[in-house]
């Protein structure tokens, strides 16, 4: 690796993130009756995110990543953004004193976010992924939840907008409904957040079709709740029909994605079917959207993933898409039993894609904002 961080892709790490803190919420709830097996309450350890850390040791050295250690902690006040002070105070203790592993681990994450955002505002990098844990998509202004302690995704929002982003584009392809950004921009047309995700999965009672925002924020924010057994033909209707057209409408010039490799056919807590090159295929869709609105500027923000076996080749699949090289890596599931198993659209999932592509015609555009 060279000094040189121009046109390279950051990755951020801490030992922390993969230490044995505990998850600030328990497993997985399934909400259809339908049975389920999760790893109960060590469903999230640090086996999840150190198996992306190796794997990124070994890719580093083809690929034009910029390992990023070099970040401070956040502190209160930027957790505050968006984060109740009673909240604060209780995870992290009163001001001025050590916060639990859990939380010093929080505070490292959204150090990290807060990092490569400014580093990919400020074209220091090409684009980044936060490799972060605690996750972030589903903690709300005063509660964890799912795994996920501070809002990651949503601090980064605002740090960009502090920065100077008019237009941020969220788009979350976790297995689990985002309900912290919808609810953190639930009223504002600057941020849209679109959320794809398994319906009527996790959390309970969120992430309907008919959560659209409201005000001056109704049209930014779109919900897709793909069916059980969506794979990468959903996915790519979704995009192309719904993701793409949205922003293309909306021109973001700042990009974030909650990427959660919780989709994939082979993870316990979800019924969805992606495989490692549908990740990339999304990937690559997200980078051509930064390219093409935000100067290349794209944040990814990691989320849930809990098939040990699998993390890794999804992960190695976002970092080339992330940095345009390959690393010769192959993926022996896809070799031995093919992709035509994710590829099917259901009638099901046509009907829901149908719909939130209606919803286009309340995306805010910048003419009606008054940005030129």
């Known amino acids: 690796m060279t000094e040189n961080n121009a046109l390279r892709t950051g990755v951020s790490w801490a030992p922390a993130f993969g230490e044995k803190h505990r998850a600030p919420a328990a497993a997985f709830l399934p909400t259809t009756g339908v049975p389920e097996f999760l790893p109960d309450s060590a469903w999230d350890v640090g086996d999840r995110v150190l198996c992306l850390y190796d794997a990124l040791q070994h890719v580093a050295r083809t690929l034009p990543i910029t390992q990023v250690a070099d970040f401070a902690p956040a502190d209160r006040n930027d957790l505050l953004r968006f984060h109740d002070e009673t909240f604060v105070r209780a995870q992290l203790g009163a001001p001025g004193s050590e916060p639990g592993p859990l939380g010093a681990a929080g505070l490292l994450a959204v150090g990290a976010i807060r990092e490569l955002t400014r580093r990919v505002w400020s074209r220091q990098l090409s684009n980044a992924y936060a490799l972060v844990r605690p996750a972030g998509h589903h903690a709300e202004p005063g509660s964890p939840g799912g795994g996920c302690l501070f809002a990651n995704g949503v601090l980064a929002a605002i740090e960009a907008k502090r920065l100077g982003a008019r237009r941020v584009l969220f788009v979350d392809w976790d297995a689990h409904h985002g309900n912290s950004q919808q609810g953190a921009f ?70 974030i994605v909650a990427s959660g490799l919780d989709a994939s056919y082979i993870d316990p807590s979800a019924r969805l079917s992606l495989h490692s090159g549908d ?53 022996p599931f896809l070799d031995r039993w093919g992709t035509d198993f994710a590829a099917a659209v259901s009638a099901e999932a046509e009907d829901v ?16 904002q008054g940005v030129k």
């Open 186 to 255: 639930w009223s504002d047309p600057s941020v849209l957040t679109v959320s794809v995700h398994q319906g009527r999965k996790f959390p309970a009672l969120t992430g309907d079709v008919d959560a659209r925002g409201e005000g001056a924020g109704f049209g930014a924010n779109i919900n897709v709740p793909v069916p059980p057994g969506s794979g990468g033909g959903v996915y790519r209707e979704v995009f192309e029909r719904i993701v793409e057209p949205a922003a293309a409408l909306f021109r973001p010039d700042f990009v």
């Open 279 to 331: 990740y990339e295929w999304m990937t690559s869709r997200m980078v051509a959207t930064a390219d093409r609105y935000a100067a290349g500027r794209l944040l990814m923000t990691h989320e849930g993933g809990y098939a040990l076996g699998y993390l890794s080749l999804c992960f190695v699949r976002i970092l080339e898409a992330l940095t345009g090289e390959r690393t010769g890596i192959d993926d």
């Open 353 to 368: 894609v149908a719909r939130c592509a209606g919803f286009l015609r309340d995306v805010p555009h910048p003419a009606h």
